[in-house]
């Protein structure tokens, strides 16, 4: 029996809400098994409805449905792989978050009551993102936040989110414990920070703690699940992690889930060469160079680089690499700050 075309349109209408209710976020994919599932409920509702209708009665029904519950994917299941879209303009007021910088100029605040770290509302005007510094524990929650205080530094980070600067937790630090085997408490860590204050992306810097590859692919790939595929993934390798951090980069890469991975060249010895080279490293292994940038620190000693030693090594990178995605620095309340966002900051949004 041939279907009406406005029952058709009837039955699909009520396949979709079934779907929807299912499946409320729009990042969420059914699995083949699940797809062929629905697949044959829709065949056997078209059937029914087809039935109903060899007359021109109207069908009517009554159903009720029950709030959708979100269920979490197993932490063995393979990671989504995302495909990435950088659009011209965003919407900064929004709580959705937004997407990385194609050229960032980076600074890291200390979240810590006792840091000292300036108010977030002195945040220069080139900086065009702030890393939070830091979310730690197990699960991870946030160390502090200042010595603003929780209410007054939440409503100046919606302040600076007003104006495009994207807010980036960052996870781990030095002697900052993260256990990523504990997948799921992560993702619910990072969910409940980001229920406070809108959180643009995250920043793996795990340093005081081992760093699992295949529990970083999985929990980054699960964040973007939950807020959207533009909610970035970056990494900040500390100087000395030659070999451990850019395996992780390029499993990132392949799922679509890497934003940004900055090298800390800092708190070791990094010579203008040595910085070439590790950005010519990851490049090597198939990093998009607009992906990658550079992670400074103001100090005159030889394991720093003065604020003229920045200029002068960051030049010199961009001249066999253009197209370098920006860079970073350690940290708000350092003496130098302000002259580094004012000459540096110009150079890294090139």
């Known amino acids: 029996m041939e279907i009406p075309r406005k029952r058709t349109l009837a039955g699909f209408t009520l396949l979709g809400v079934i779907v929807a209710s299912q499946y409320p976020n729009a990042y969420d994919v059914p699995s083949i098994d699940e797809t062929a599932r629905i697949y044959s409920s829709g065949v056997e509702l078209l059937n029914s409805i087809s039935e109903g209708f060899a007359t021109d009665n109207e069908f009517t029904a009554e159903s009720t449905t029950s709030a959708p519950v979100y269920t979490a994917p197993s932490v063995n299941t393979a990671p989504e792989t995302f495909s990435q879209s950088t ?27 006792t840091s000292e770290s300036p108010p977030l509302s002195s945040t220069p005007a080139n900086i065009n993102v702030v890393y939070l510094a830091f979310a730690q524990g197990d699960p991870p929650s946030m160390v502090g936040w200042t010595d603003q205080g929780e ?85 900040a390798p500390g100087g000395g992690a030659i070999h451990s951090y850019p395996p992780v980069a390029v499993e990132l890469e392949k799922a679509g889930a890497l934003d940004f991975v900055g090298w800390q060249f800092y708190d070791t010895a990094v010579s203008k060469e040595d910085a070439l080279n590790r950005v010519n490293s990851l490049v090597s292994v198939g990093i998009p160079i607009g992906k990658i940038g550079v992670g400074m620190m103001v100090d005159n000693t030889e394991k720093h680089w003065t604020v003229e030693e920045c200029i002068d090594n960051f030049s010199h990178i961009k001249e066999n690499h253009p197209d370098i995605g920006g860079g970073f620095l350690w940290e708000a309340g350092r003496p130098g700050t302000e002259e580094w966002a004012s000459k540096v900051g110009p150079l890294l949004l090139k």
């Open 151 to 235: 209410d007054t530094f939440i409503s100046e980070a919606d302040d600076l989110r007003d104006r495009g600067v994207r807010m980036i937790l960052s996870l781990g630090g030095a002697h900052g414990h993260i256990n990523t085997s504990n997948r799921q408490g992560i993702v619910d860590g990072v969910m409940d920070i980001n229920s406070k204050v809108p959180l643009d992306g995250i920043d793996w810097d795990v340093e005081g703690s081992t760093l699992n590859g295949d529990d970083i692919v999985w929990i980054s790939t699960e964040l973007k699940r939950l807020r959207g595929s533009d909610f970035a993934i970056t990494l």
């Open 87 to 113: 659009p011209e303009t965003v919407d900064a007021a929004s709580e959705d978050p937004m997407p990385f910088p194609e050229k960032a100029a980076g600074i890291y605040h200390m979240m810590w009551d």
